[in-house]
T-cell receptor, first 116, second 110 residues
């Protein structure tokens, strides 16, 4: 069964360092999402791509976060510099076609980031 | 803005007990509604969904009915198992992205 792949699964870093997370969506899925899940809370959208274009990055802290999906397939989320408050689970999801409300979002296993 | 509110956890039940997890939403229009489940250390899995009023989503013994009049989408299961222990998230769609509730942790004891 096709799955969303993410790496690394766990990342520990010191504040002010740079970190990067990678996501490979299900083959053929045009829409890719990055969510941040703080412990004890529900996920919140950081950025949504349709193919290689950003559809929604209104909640992305652009002073330190960046995301790209250059060829419209896999994606990288970067944080530079990392802050203590960035400790969270970073989830990637993908959906087929046009990302409409009827298309299920499939989630990867997530990357758990700990900033010391 | 649009939001999703779930009953607070943790919820602790004995095996074979009846489960209800309340979920209400605020919305303009009629969003699609979802329940996702997250097992320890894993990502989210779609449990069930409903796309219009009065739809009933069901899967693995879980059910939820889209109630427009009460803006609710409560999750129910008639007889829970230890393997159902997880965190459950209610969510609504907004322009393609998902808006999640805060999650309800369920612990089922044998």
């Amino acid at each position: 069964e096709a799955e969303v792949a993410q790496s690394p699964r766990y990342k520990i870093t010191e504040k002010s360092q740079a970190v990067a997370f990678w996501c490979d969506p299900i083959s053929g899925h045009a829409t890719l999402y990055w969510y941040r899940q703080i412990l004890g809370q529900g996920p919140e959208l950081l950025v949504q791509f349709q193919d290689e274009s950003v559809v929604d990055d209104s909640q992305l802290p652009k002073d330190r976060f960046s995301a790209e999906r250059l060829k419209g397939v896999d994606s990288t989320l970067k944080i530079q510099p990392a802050e203590l408050g960035d400790s969270a689970m970073y989830l990637c999801a993908s959906s087929g076609m046009d990302g409409s409300s009827y298309n299920e979002q499939f989630f990867g296993p997530g990357t758990r980031l700990t900033v010391l | 803005g649009d939001s999703v509110t779930q009953m607070e956890g943790p919820v602790t039940l004995s095996e074979e007990a009846f489960l209800t997890i309340n979920c209400t939403y605020t919305a303009t229009g009629y969003p699609s509604l979802f329940w996702y489940v997250q097992y320890p250390g894993e990502g989210l899995q779609l449990l069930l969904k409903a796309t219009k009023a009065d739809d009933k989503g069901s899967n693995k013994g879980f059910e939820a009915t889209y109630r427009k009049e009460t803006t609710s989408f409560h999750l129910e299961k008639g007889s829970v198992q230890v393997s159902d222990s997880a965190v459950y998230f209610c969510a609504r769609n907004q322009g393609g992205k998902l808006i999640f509730g805060q999650g309800t942790e369920l612990s089922v004891k044998p």
